[in-house]
């Protein structure tokens, strides 16, 4: 960083920065429940009954998107705008009809998936021997969607430190739930464990949300409509982008399920929890408390792309270091998570690590999109994501097998952030600023390299230099963060070491 950076830039970076890292540090702790939680399924329930969970978990999410109709997302949105008015019956009224239409949409996915339980198990798994379980998990989507409307709320009005508990709590109770049902019931325990989870989450997030809305304000059918305009409107496009996103996924499970069977898709759901399970705590603060605050700003194209490019420094460097450590040690990942019989899901696991760096870059311009209100350019995106993804997975499985799969997905962000960087410039002018390109570069480059050590050099040597890339990445990142923090605000050790003052 330039030490000529502005007060004000040194206080965006700071605040960036706690909020990732609170976000991130209960993140890293639902990971650790993550870890026992993948490490018991696999003991239990092997790659097929890991894959079948992932199909499950899949099912869910469609019905979620599709019954929610983008109303968590748009709902955030809502309170903050409401919040920025400073009016409190602004912000009542939101919020209870928020609530209110979240509930209803949920009982309303739970009847839709219940009665068509018979054609999705026929299309999912080309038989009925699951229709009972799929009928069963319905109930899952009144919780998830019932939560999502009171933890919209709270994110709304930037309760960071609520959400943060509310993460560390479900991902407690899930664990807790989900490890007895398997082990005493095998498969058939999955679904009742998925939905139990779910059943906790609500009650959770409800716990938390029941004092920020005491009182029910008056609302007129008028102010009902308006709100729930709001709020269907934005959420409507919300709703299609996040099944766009699902079903992509879920129709590269289908292509991975019938060209390997239950197994393979067991493979691939193992890989693409662990890709995503460091660059999630990333991702997920992005979207908690950096899009709130871009939507603040989105008129002011120079204040929008200072925001962005701070943002994706902070992102790059805390992402980074993490995406080399899981490029170089992904067999030792594999196993310490799951099970050796895993192992085969290691090159798959490198791939859509290369597809997470490019995510975390990508996504903060995306964020311009959504902060602007340009929904035309948002679906359309995510329509042609979708079209790349399922294309590129088809053509890759059918050439280079499982591993295809996971390839297709680094070849859809190769080419996604592309795309919206061209739309980011047409938006605000956005430019890469040139600490960024150089960043960028550098853990871009490194990854490349780890990546083709592990295919053409032996297990030790590339171990040994990704070991090397790791540990100088992460000195590099951690001066870096540190030099955007004040310095009165280090401990005088790191001051010394970063600043060479005392």
């Known amino acids: 960083m330039n030490m000529r950076e502005t007060p004000a830039a040194r206080h965006t ?22 870890v026992v939680r993948n490490k018991a399924m696999a003991l239990l329930l092997g790659p097929e009954g890991v894959g079948l969970m992932g199909i499950y978990s899949s099912i869910a999410d469609i019905a979620q998107t599709i019954a929610g109709l983008g109303v968590q997302s ?14 409190d019956g602004k912000i009542a009224r939101t919020a209870s009809v928020l609530r209110s239409v979240s509930i209803a949409l ?76 398997v082990y005493m019931f095998g498969t058939d325990g999955i679904v009742p464990s998925l939905v139990a989870a779910a059943a906790a989450t609500l009650l959770i997030s409800w716990w938390y949300s029941r004092r920020m809305l005491r009182k029910t304000p008056d609302l ?63 991702l997920q603060a992005m979207g908690t408390d950096f899009y709130p605050r871009l939507t603040a700003i989105a008129g002011d194209h120079a204040a929008c792309n200072r925001l962005v490019n701070e943002q994706a420094q ?9 995406v080399l450590a899981t490029l170089t040690f992904a067999p030792f990942v594999m196993w310490l998570f799951y099970s050796p019989e895993f192992y085969a899901a290691a090159d798959l696991l490198r791939w859509i690590c290369l597809g ?30 979708t079209a790349v993804h399922i294309g590129l997975a088809w053509l890759l499985v059918s050439k280079f097998g499982l591993t295809g799969s996971a390839a297709a997905f680094f070849g859809l962000y190769l080419w996604h952030s592309i795309l919206i960087y061209i739309f980011a410039r047409k938006l605000t002018g956005f430019r890469w600023s040139a600490a960024n390109r150089r960043i960028g570069f550098i853990f871009l480059a490194a990854s490349g390299l780890i990546f083709c050590a592990t ?10 230099l990704g070991s090397l890339a790791v540990l100088l990445s992460g000195l590099y990142a951690l001066k870096l963060l540190v030099e955007l923090v004040p310095p009165e605000q280090l401990p005088r050790p790191i001051r010394k070491w970063v600043l060479g003052s005392v």
Not at 314 to 322: D, K, R
């Open 13 to 34: 970076y700071v605040q960036i920065l706690k909020s990732t890292i609170l976000i991130g540090g209960s993140s890293l702790i639902t990971m650790g429940f993550a």
């Open 74 to 87: 748009s709902g955030v949105r809502q309170i903050a705008e409401a919040v920025g008015t400073g009016d």
């Open 106 to 181: 949920g009982l309303a996915g739970t009847i839709m998936l219940a009665a068509l339980a018979f054609p999705v198990a026929w299309f999912t798994f080309g038989d009925h021997q699951h229709v009972v379980a799929v009928a069963l998990l319905s109930l899952a989507i009144f919780c998830r969607l019932a939560s999502a409307g009171q933890t919209a709320l709270i994110q709304g009005l930037r309760e960071i430190s609520i959400l943060a508990r509310i993460n560390v709590l479900a991902a407690f109770f899930t664990t807790l739930i989900a490890i007895p049902l």
């Open 220 to 282: 007129s059918i008028s102010q009902f409509r308006e709100e729930f305009a709001g709020l269907v409107k934005l959420g409507f496009v919300f709703m299609i982008s996040g099944l766009l996103t699902l079903g992509s996924a879920y129709v590269v499970r289908i292509i991975v399920l019938q060209h390997g069977g239950v197994a393979a898709a067991g493979l691939y759901q193992a890989a693409w929890v662990l890709g995503s399970l460091y660059a999630g705590f990333i």
């Open 314 to 322: 902070v992102s790059i460097l805390l992402a980074g270091p993490g």
């Open 356 to 385: 997470m760096l490019l995510r975390i870059i990508a996504w903060p311009m995306g964020y311009i999109v959504l902060a602007k209100g340009e929904e035309a350019i948002f679906f359309w995106t995510e329509v042609a994501a």
């Open 455 to 464: 295919i053409f050099l032996p297990l030790w040597q590339a171990t040994a």
